[in-house]
């Protein structure tokens, strides 16, 4: 079609000229280090499940909340199912959540660097975002997340990208002096030292996201969730909206919460290994990686571009970051196999 045959081009909602759509994406690369997925692959029974879909099954709608993969994930998590919501990656059970708890014209606080996806998410539905420096001792900051009044407070712990926690007290200290909805992003809880699955029983504000991307090695299935009280879960599955998880997905997730649980596991020990023996490596070099509490290293470049660039002709992608607040230039490492991790070591050495 000739551009000027289209006629009467409508004006998106305000807000929108400022956005733009995902560009975290490195491109094809022989070794993908940048997305923090699982690099041992999927797991056994879920690409089973794949396999022996019947897949006369597709014509029908799957079930409209996911049923049973929520149940599924209730006794994984070791709470009520009706304290459960799924959705299409953790980022839609983000999105629903955000619109659920966020007035359009009011705001949501998050720290600076965090998960980019969220102010994205946040001015999507309408709400401008406010943002809070981590302390000296890299924790979030109480009185800063709350001093705008916001509608919703969002905390990733570990965080992406720097890797680190928020302190339980803090996240606490948060839960009880606010009254808005204050979401936990957990989607590297598998990796995680610290549990914060108790906090959402003990206060009803407080909602915990998970993915199957990262960890579970299903991020191309789209399977997210969260965890709250179930008042909280509620607003939020209406805010979804209904038939968000395939009926394929559905079932390589339930299988693998089934019977993989041992093999994640698994890989889950061997990946802090590694990192901790890849961090030794870069500080052998002359890197300071910031301390991870996940399946990432944050490492600070004086030049990521161009450090990228190079180590994408050895065949290594990895997320670059060009200026974050407190850190600079900085160069996100996924963990996977050592083989893999010496390719990546080897080209960061190179001249
Ligand atoms: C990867 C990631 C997600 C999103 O994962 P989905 O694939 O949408 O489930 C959410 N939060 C953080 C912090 C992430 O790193």
Redesign the pocket.
Known sequence: MRRESIIGQPTPRSGFEALSVYDGVVGPCAIDLSD?TNLWGMPPSAALALENFQFAEVTRYPSAYAAELKASLARHVGVETSMIVTGC???DV?DAAIRAFGNPGGSLACCDPT?SMIPVLARINGLSVSTSSFDAEGDISVDSLLSGRPDVIYI?SPN?PTGMNASVERIEAIAIAFSGLVIV?Q?YAEYSSTSLLPLVSRYANVLITR?M??AFGM?GL?I?YAIGNPVLVGEVEKSRGPYKVGALSSAAAIAALENDLPWIEQIVSETLSIRSRFVSRLSSLGYNPLTSDANFVLVPVANPAEAAKRMLEAGIGVRTFANLAGIGGALRITIGPWEMMEKCLASLEAP
Request: aromatic content about 6%.
């Open positions: 923090n990656g953790s980022d983000l998960f990733c992406n992003d989607a993915t991307s990262k991020a789209r997210g």
